[in-house]
């Protein structure tokens, strides 16, 4: 996935987390809903969503 693309995603997710509007286990939604080219991909979403969680372990927060 391009850098930029998953910046976008990330950023997004870093407010959705912020806002408390969601438990992060459950984002998946709601980056469908946010994003148009993740509708009708939730397999897509949920990859997105796991990175973001894995590099917030790896790297100690801010999904970068």
Same mark, same amino acid.
């Given at each position: +996935? =391009?850098?930029?693309?998953?910046?976008?995603?990330?950023? #997004?997710? +870093? =407010?959705?987390?912020?806002?408390s509007a969601t438990?992060? #286990?459950g984002a998946r939604p709601y980056?469908?809903?946010k994003f148009p080219e993740l509708a009708n991909d939730?397999?897509?979403?949920s990859e997105i969503l796991r990175a973001?969680?894995?590099?917030?372990?790896t790297e100690g927060g801010n999904g970068k």
């Open positions: +996935e =391009e850098p930029i693309l998953m910046e976008k995603y990330f950023a #997004y997710l +870093e =407010e959705l987390r912020h806002s438990n992060m #286990y980056l469908q809903r939730p397999q897509r979403a973001w969680m894995d590099s917030y372990r």
